[in-house]
């Protein structure tokens, strides 16, 4: 793996794949160090500080969400051993009610005004990762199309759940286009919080949980290899967890308390999982160690650690359900045969199940996150430059990488949860010339 290039590239941990860390802890060690010592320091502040708009979700519903704070009282956190059992936060985003939609009292901000102040902060993802300078975004304006606690819409039946996972150092919240569109289609899509290795959880009681990451890759000595199997070791392990709790598994005494008629949509017998970079590592990860997950997309996540025998058991084992892979035009992505972790997945996933990969033309890393939407309003208002909207999403124009991602993501979900078929997949599209497919 090209490591200087992929981190010159990339810039940050928070915005890379599993193996940027390698390249952070030579090329950005000075960077992440600074970065860690203003973690909690107040927000550079300007003027006039910008505005951004999420694209309008286009499926048939309206979204409602709410937030869950969970804890796995089986497990201590794997960052901070001996203070406590692993608290995770999780978003729930689902069909709403239209008449229960119109009147709840709140939209839900894209993130919470805690998240918000540190994402863009110094030490924050929206800085580290996808080079906005400090202070620059009012994050906490942000708003989604979704009403907070509006009655989950009835009469259509159970409906599938999508569980989704950001890449690493990112907050849950930065894929909430792609999000809210999946449960405007009528998917009811969970969103996990991986504390300590997201850019910043809020939990209860007003505490930030800022991420570790940084501050390890600033340290003399650390093992990236080791820091990048516990990471992934404790998002597998989030996942089940949060599948457990949905399923009534676990704490009986904390059963969770949901929207009304949330509990009742949601069918845990048709499971998959989505996610961008180490997050998409983490769905195929989860759905090799899982059964309860039926179908995972992998949205450019390289599937293997630094050093000897660092290929993950989900690619050397291969998995026996479908997925889809959705790789860049970045130097060290592309379609499964030009990523070794990649093409042992595909060679060794068996029993004749569907496996499908796209590449989006133009693209970089972050064309599959919410960077698509939302980096070029800012180098419209100059916030940032251009050449940092190419850097991160590419040449692909925003609107076509969410487009894009959006259609081929529903999809597969679509073809393996519900049974049905848009024939999307089978080959070249005139809709999205953009999208190369892979045999």
Known sequence: MPVNERALRRRALVAAGALALTG???????????????????????????????????GPFPVGTTTRHLV???????????????????GLWYPAAHAGWRTAPRTAPHMERRAAAHFGSPGGSGHLGYRVPAGAVDWAATATHARVDAPAARGTGVRPVVLYSAGLGDPRTWNTSLVEDLASRGYVVVTVDHTYDSSEVALPGGRLAPSVLPGLAAKRGTDPG??????????????????????GLGDR?????????????????????????????????????????????????????????????????????????????AADSGEYRRQPSWKALWQHSRGGEWRGDVTLTGSEHGAYTDAAALLPQLARRGVVPWGTVRGDVGSVRGERAVAATRAYVASFLDRFLRGRDDGLLDGPSGRFPEMRIAR
């Not at 201590?76 to 608290?87: A, L």
């Not at 080791?226 to 399923?247: E, I, N, P, S």
Request: aromatic content about 4%; hydrophobic content about 40%; proline content about 7%.
């Open 24 to 58: 952070l802890l030579g090329a950005f060690a000075p960077h992440a160090r600074a970065a860690a010592g203003d973690a909690n320091g107040p927000v550079t502040t300007t003027v006039s500080r910008a505005h951004v708009r999420l694209p309008e979700p286009t």
């Open 72 to 90: 796995d009282t089986s497990r201590e956190d794997p960052w901070h051993p001996g203070r406590g059992h692993r608290e995770v936060m999780i």
């Open 226 to 247: 080791k820091v990048l199997r516990k990471a992934m070791k404790a998002r597998v392990d989030d996942t089940r967890f949060v599948l457990d709790r949905l399923g």
């Open 253 to 329: 005494q904390h059963r969770l308390s949901l929207p009304h008629g949330l509990a009742a949509a949601m069918d845990l017998r048709h499971v998959g999982m989505v996610g961008h970079s180490a997050g998409g590592f983490t769905a195929v990860q989860a759905m090799h160690d899982d059964r309860r997950i039926r179908a995972a997309v992998n949205m450019d996540g390289t599937m293997e650690f630094p050093g000897p025998g660092g290929m993950s058991s989900a690619s050397r084992d291969g998995v026996d359900r479908p997925f889809l892979l959705m790789g860049t035009d």
